[in-house]
């Protein structure tokens, strides 16, 4: 191997390894709770009218158990997330570390009476 093409494979190992890590990073964050939400701003102080029409949902929905991360938090996250989703826009929402959509499907799932189904497991039977 060339001195040139030893650095260059070095590199590519570097890489994956940073990327590797990263994926991990992104699932630990993706499974912190059942239902997790990745929006701007938080759900207090939304910093989109996207975020705030979801969390808006929700409340709607009486769904207050998940947890959000603040992609305005980390620039890095913000964008490997993207890749990591094949989704390029936020809010980003996932139950039991799946990703299930944006806001646009969630409200999808509202009106077609599944989105509490959806997001917390229950069938939506009355006790």
Excluded: H
């Amino acid at each position: 191997i060339e001195n040139g093409e030893f650095q260059l494979k070095f590199k590519q190992l570097k890489i994956n390894d940073k990327d590797k890590d990263m994926k991990k990073y992104l699932e630990s964050l993706i499974n912190q709770a059942p239902l997790m939400l990745f929006i701007k701003g938080t759900p207090e102080t939304p910093k989109c009218g996207f975020t705030k029409e979801l969390i808006n949902l929700l409340n709607q929905a009486n769904i207050k158990d998940y947890k959000t991360f603040d992609i305005l938090q980390d620039e890095n996250v913000r964008q490997k997330l993207k890749e990591y989703s094949s989704w390029q826009t936020y809010p980003q929402i996932y139950v039991n570390g799946q990703f299930i959509g944006g806001l646009d499907i969630l409200k999808q799932m509202n009106e077609e009476g599944t989105l509490v189904q959806t997001l917390t497991g229950n069938q939506g039977v009355a006790v």
